[in-house]
């Protein structure tokens, strides 16, 4: 499974990035997808995840200001990202792996508890 993000940056608080994900169509059409991020000292959460059915869950920081979607055509998962806080601040990681239905949570669809599969992780800065 090859996962390739792309899109992000810095921006001012307020602001808005987009972070796109390039997968195999077997990876997009089979699997739960999802965004994480990472800020230094703490641990790996989930932003916003997509079930193959369409069903979108997002963390309750970024609901609202979030959009996760997914583009049939290009097998490519988005993440548009308003309102930018600096404490969105951090690496992105985009991830795919089985989780069906309410599996996809962001509660449930851990590292922890499901295999997933990593993009390499790409960094966004917003300041203040």
């Known amino acids: 499974v090859k996962l390739v993000e792309s899109g992000g940056g810095s921006v001012q608080a307020g602001g808005s990035l987009r972070l796109s994900c390039a997968a195999s169509?077997?990876?997009?059409?089979?699997?739960?997808m999802g965004w994480f991020r990472q800020s230094p000292g703490k641990g790996r959460e989930g932003v916003a995840h997509i079930a193959t059915d369409g069903r979108t869950f997002y963390a309750d920081s970024v609901q609202g200001r979030f959009t996760i979607s997914k583009d049939n055509t290009k097998n490519t998962l988005y993440l548009q990202m308003n309102n930018l806080d600096p404490e969105d601040s951090g690496m992105y990681y985009c991830a795919a792996g089985p989780g069906a239905n309410d599996g996809c949570s962001i509660t449930r669809w851990v590292p922890r508890s499901v295999p997933l599969f990593w993009g390499q992780g790409i960094q966004v800065t917003v300041s203040s």
């Open positions: 169509e077997y990876t997009y059409s089979s699997y739960c």
